[in-house]
């Protein structure tokens, strides 16, 4: 493949969480505690640019993020200041994704 042809690599950092000790599956997660501040804190970093999709998989006990960021440390550090850290959400992997195929 010709120099024009190819795509710039892009990577970001793909964030897999799962539910914390005080996320009640019992409840809706708009019913959570302290839902207002993540999702204020959740809008923040989406109209930043950290955020590049994200969301809860199947039965909300488990998020996905696609985040921009320089490192690991750097997600990590964010994500610390969100009110959900360590009670509703606990960070299960950071790793690395390149996208080969489509746009965002």
């Not at 964010?78 to 489509?102: F, K, N, Q, V, Y």
């Amino acid at each position: 493949m010709s120099a024009d042809h190819q795509r710039k690599l892009t990577t970001f950092l793909v964030v897999r969480n799962h539910s914390g000790p005080q996320y009640d599956p019992s409840r809706p997660v708009q019913e959570q505690s302290d839902w207002p501040a993540h999702v204020s804190f959740m809008n923040e970093l989406d109209e930043v640019g950290f955020i590049v999709v994200g969301g809860p998989l199947a039965g909300e006990r488990r998020t996905v993020l696609v985040v921009q960021a320089e490192s690991e440390q750097a997600v990590r550090d964010t994500l610390a200041r969100d009110p959900w850290s360590e009670t509703h959400l606990e960070i299960d992997t950071i790793e690395p994704w390149s996208i080969r195929l489509g746009s965002l």
